[in-house]
């Protein structure tokens, strides 16, 4: 079983940046594709990036550019470094993880954390 745990959401001010963390324990994260999806509120939860086993990458259109996701298969940890952020990446953002390739579907996400907020402020 794959647990994964966020850390790093909070408060920052337009133009700042963030960066999130996720755990990854019971599996080692080399071996799964890994991605970040956000919901904000009133919103469906929406794809924002994914790193496949292989080292495939895709973003969203809407944060291309600013963020990026990484990751430390020895440490089994997740990042996603958030640059120049906007009030509009105000959200929960959600750690996931998939056994399959690199996809930007909710339903192909196999294992979901439980989320940490970050809030943009304009």
């Known amino acids: 079983q794959v647990q994964l745990v966020e850390s790093g959401g909070g408060l920052v001010q337009a133009g700042g940046s963030l960066r999130l963390s996720c755990l990854v324990s019971?599996?080692?994260?080399?071996?799964?594709?890994m991605g970040w999806f956000r919901q904000a509120p009133g919103k469906e939860r929406e794809f924002v990036a994914v790193k496949g086993w292989s080292g495939t990458t895709s973003y969203a259109d809407s944060v291309k550019g600013r963020f990026t996701i990484s990751r430390d298969n020895i440490l089994n940890l997740v990042y996603l470094q958030m640059n120049s952020l906007k009030a509009e990446d105000t959200a929960v953002y959600y750690c996931?993880?998939?056994?399959?390739?690199?996809?930007?579907?909710?339903?192909?996400?196999?294992?979901w954390g439980q989320g940490t907020q970050v809030t943009v402020s304009s």
């Open positions: 996931v993880a998939s056994r399959g390739s690199a996809t930007k579907g909710r339903d192909d996400y196999d294992y």
């Open positions: 019971g599996r080692t994260v080399g071996r799964y594709t």
